[in-house]
């Protein structure tokens, strides 16, 4: 099946690439030349782990191209994919002025000469599927007045639920495929697209081994709307599931319990689940917050308050200023201080910095007259060329950021942080304190050390706690 992506971002390139691997043919289409140039020579406009591999395996297969002519690659296709951005206006509500163009765009260069599906992967609201259909529908009428009605098409609602930094994996490995559609020869299309993924029935890429526990995918068929929905509330439940950890480990805080021990115990419930409940400074990207304000947007433009998801973004919000407070109380005057903050994406594996922590952090401490540095394995170009206002002194290496600093924050738990000899940190420090956003070091090997270690719900050692008190009421 000949197929189109609209959109070179992350979402974009790496279902180009993953499907173009499965064997069919692909052209990438992008509006930005500069990211299509680096496609073409093979290099990819983001750091995402396995994807350039993966781009240089798929020219032998399906092969892949990119253009940033889109008409010629819409005529010649199957299926076209809607991968592009859709940010946030101030409202809240999805900005879809990029999937407007990109629909219209496609209705405009179609033809009788085939039967076409056009899939949204774009994260939309509610509704917008029929407006794709309306909008590829207005497309033809400009074009090809006179041959509109032999133009047949199908639209197909496909979300997508890869997570940056492991996204080549999540999109060859998923573990679900949904699409919403109502139209019977558009299901049969996607599901002959998607048959290698859903038996995978391919082999497995260089360095990227099919997980032990794969098993057939569960492609889910569903009504274009509940596609759409199924996203939001994906997303809306995992932010909450991550706001709720935190606010026990808030509570743990207090009472003298820690979090990681009773983020375990809950876990293992197999209702529960141990994954997304690791407490800290809060989720950040550029899906969480944006995909639960288009819902709160979404059920306000039907009269309904929610109050659960109102919730999730209060208490993440407040999760990241939490950070400020705990050096505050460390440190009591932020002024002149230098705090040198551990990771700047938003997680570990990507350079994305939207709506990462580390930036409202970053913000807050300069205003309040620190100073900053920082050190990021991948991230720091990045920060420094779409924040230039932020006087950041980016360092070649974790040691040398925590030189001379009054206190350090891991804001990013990259895996490389874990392995810090925090003796050897704590040395090159000016005041020994270490705010934990992302709880990767234990308390005592922290002490041990020599910081004064705070991380988020931890005492110091819960057992050696209660024991004292033990024996003291004893
Ligand atoms: N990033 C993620 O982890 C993720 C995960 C799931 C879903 N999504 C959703 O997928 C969509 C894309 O996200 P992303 O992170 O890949 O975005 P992105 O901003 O990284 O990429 C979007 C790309 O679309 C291009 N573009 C815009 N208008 C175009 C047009 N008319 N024609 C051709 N190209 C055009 C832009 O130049 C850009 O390269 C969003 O709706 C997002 O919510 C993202």
């Known amino acids: 099946m000949r197929v189109t992506v609209i959109g070179t971002g992350y979402v974009g390139t790496v279902t180009g690439a993953c499907l173009a691997y499965l064997g069919h043919p692909v052209v990438c289409v992008d509006t930005d030349p500069e990211k299509i140039a680096r496609l073409q020579k093979g290099e ?20 892949i191209e990119f253009t940033t002519e889109l008409a010629p690659a819409v005529a010649s296709s199957d299926v076209i994919f809607i991968a592009v951005g859709t940010p946030p206006l101030p409202t809240g509500e999805a900005d879809l002025r990029y999937l407007e163009d990109a629909a219209r765009s496609i209705g405009n260069a179609m033809d009788a000469s085939r039967f076409r599906v056009v899939v949204n992967k774009s994260t939309v609201p509610v509704g917008s599927g029929n407006l794709v259909e309306v909008l590829v529908r207005e497309g033809i009428s400009e074009s090809r007045p006179a041959e509109q009605r032999g133009i047949r098409f199908g639209v197909a609602s496909n979300p997508e639920f890869l997570r940056e930094g492991s996204a080549v994996g999540d999109s060859l490995y998923p573990d679900r495929i949904v699409v919403g559609t109502s139209d019977a020869k558009t299901l049969e299309l996607m599901m002959a697209l998607y048959e290698p993924l859903v038996s995978q029935s391919f082999s497995a890429p260089d360095g990227l081994p099919r997980p032990a526990s794969m098993a057939p995918v569960r492609l889910l068929s569903t009504s274009l709307t509940s596609a759409e929905m199924i996203k939001y509330a994906a997303n809306a439940f995992l932010a909450m599931k991550i706001g709720f950890a935190n606010e026990i480990a808030n509570i743990c805080e207090r009472v003298g319990a820690e979090a990681t021990e009773v ?51 209060d208490v993440n919000q407040a999760q990241r200023q939490m950070v400020i407070q705990k050096l ?26 939207r709506d990462a922590p580390s930036i409202q952090i970053a913000e807050r401490l300069l205003q309040a007259g620190a100073r900053i540095k920082a050190y990021d394995p991948v991230a720091m170009a990045v920060c420094a060329a779409q924040r230039p206002d932020l006087k950041i002194r980016y360092c070649e290496t ?57 991380g988020v719900g931890r005492v110091r050692s819960a057992r050696a706690r209660e024991s004292v008190s033990v024996e003291t009421a004893g």
Not at 443 to 452: K, V, W, Y
């Open 328 to 353: 505050q109380e460390k440190l009591y005057i932020l002024k002149g201080r230098t705090i040198t903050l551990l990771g700047l994406a938003f997680k570990p594996e990507t350079d994305d910095l």
């Open 44 to 63: 990819s406009p983001i750091y995402e782990p396995h994807l350039e591999e993966l781009l240089a395996q798929a020219s032998g297969r399906g092969g």
């Open 398 to 454: 974790a040691e040398e950021a925590a030189a001379d600093s009054d206190a350090l924050v891991v804001v990013t738990e990259w895996q490389q942080f874990r392995k810090l000899n925090l003796t050897e940190i704590a040395a090159l420090m000016t005041s020994r304190i270490l705010v934990d956003g992302r709880n990767i070091f234990s308390p005592e090997q922290a002490a041990a050390a020599g910081f004064d270690y705070t």
């Open 263 to 313: 983020m375990t115990g809950i876990g293992l419930d197999s209702r529960i689940g141990t994954k997304f409940l690791n407490a800290g400074i809060g989720w950040g990207g550029s899906c969480f917050g944006k995909d639960v304000r288009a819902l709160l947007h979404t059920a306000r433009e039907y009269g309904y308050e929610s109050r659960l998801l109102q919730a999730s973004l």
